[in-house]
């Protein structure tokens, strides 16, 4: 049942509009929101319907068949009107949408990086790096002059998703809050499930090429057997943290294609399928590991050496989503992945989730009852910056 004042509410509403400052209050109360002092469960689309359109309370009896009806609802040039409400329930709508989208289950949309960007698809330009070039200068000489070489890497065109969500006359007569929120906690994990299901293919370097690393005019696949880069470890299964080392080694062994220096970058995230992921929790999260001595036998009853396992301070990422992606891409069983998302990975943002309405400005209202309309939206799309500090492990 709701738990808010919705009276108070509105009060704090026309405080601010006597201080010409109504922007204060929506701002206010999407901070509420946003820190959880208040949920869109908290509220009833009844009762502020009753509290911010002139004569809600009336409005909302004329809607009962027994009453004969024929009201109209209109918007008023009065303190509280109907943008009031239609403004209130899109933040409402807004936060239970964003909530959906940030479910707990979309495991790859929060690993990777965010860039914002004006640009549908872009050109992301780049030096070479300078390497070990720095020369002992003698007093009084000058410093040597080092060259930088052009470099870029091109991001895919952006995509644009989006659902409309209506709020009919029935949904506020008979308070159906509850209905609203979860048709648009389902439209954000729509959202959410779309993005999710993009980050995951450019990480698996599957179900499409849209999102492959373009370097310098040439499209590339992320995991890579031979030049211009080696990043796949064949007949590598994980099974202890020599598995992990021989990816580990791998990366290490990746020059930086400009100085060709060693790549630094420190592997953070074990990627496994549903199958694997009780074994990536062992191999991590193990408290020693036991070897067999140098010099003894390897059969028999071997000498063994106890020590603190080495393999420490990974994120061990896993998701029924991931697994079915991999089996729709093909991969063979007992692949798995490591390195690091936040660098190989970014979205490429035009904008976030946004929430437009729509009030009673349509036939819609009329011919079938629909007051509101709320079109949530998000575009971008997911790009491979970085292939070399990502490894490919095969069974």
């Given amino acids: 049942m709701p738990t808010i004042n919705h009276r108070t509410i509105r009060r704090f509403y026309e405080a601010a509009l006597r201080d010409r400052n109504p922007q204060a209050f929506y701002d206010d109360f999407s901070e509420a929101l946003r820190r ?23 409005l909302l009896e004329s809607w009962n068949p027994r009453s004969g009806g024929g009201v109209q609802l209109q918007e008023a040039n009065t303190a509280v009107d109907l943008a009031a409400f239609s403004n209130i329930t899109g933040q409402v709508v807004y936060h239970a949408i964003l909530a959906g989208m940030q479910s707990e289950e979309l495991v790859f949309s929060k690993q990777v990086r965010t860039i914002p960007t004006a640009f549908d698809g872009e050109k992301i330009p780049d030096i070479g790096g300078l390497g070990d070039s720095a020369e002992s200068v003698a007093e009084g000489q000058p410093y040597p002059t080092v060259g ?14 989006g659902l409309i969500v209506p709020v009919t006359r029935e949904a506020i007569f008979f308070d159906r809050t509850g209905i609203l929120l979860d048709r648009c906690r389902e439209v954000g994990e729509v959202l959410g499930l779309a993005k999710e299901k993009r980050i995951i293919d450019a990480m698996i370097d599957g179900n499409s090429t849209a999102h492959r690393y373009k370097w310098k005019g040439t499209s590339y696949a992320t995991y890579q057997a031979s030049t211009p880069w080696v990043n796949i470890k064949a007949s590598n299964p994980l099974s202890d943290w020599t598995s992990v080392d021989g990816a580990e080694q791998t990366l290490a062994a990746i020059p930086d294609p400009h100085t060709g220096e060693p790549m ?9 399928p549903r199958d694997l992921l009780y074994t990536a929790r062992r191999v991590v999260n193990a408290t020693e590991v036991s070897v067999a001595s140098p010099g003894f036998a390897t059969s028999g009853k071997p000498s063994q050496t106890s020590a603190a396992n080495p393999v420490s301070g990974y994120s061990i990422l896993s998701s029924q989503l991931l697994s079915s992606r991999m089996t729709a891409a093909s991969f063979a069983a007992g692949t798995w992945l490591l390195g690091d998302l936040r660098r190989a990975f970014a979205y490429m943002e035009n904008w976030g989730i946004a929430v437009d309405q729509r009030g009673d400005d349509s036939d819609l209202a009329f011919e079938r009852d629909i007051l509101l309309r709320f079109k949530a ?5 997911i790009a491979t910056l970085e292939p070399r500090v990502m490894c490919k492990c095969t069974a």
Wanted: proline share 10%; aromatic share 8%.
């Fill in 36 to 58: 959880q002092e208040v949920k869109p469960e908290d509220f009833s689309l009844r009762r502020l319907f009753a509290e911010f359109v002139p004569s809600g309370r009336e």
């Fill in 148 to 161: 930088v070489g052009e470099d870029w890497i091109e991001t895919p065109p952006t995509v644009k998703r």
């Fill in 264 to 272: 630094l970058s420190t592997p953070k995230h074990l990627i496994v």
């Fill in 377 to 381: 939206s998000e575009r971008g799309a």
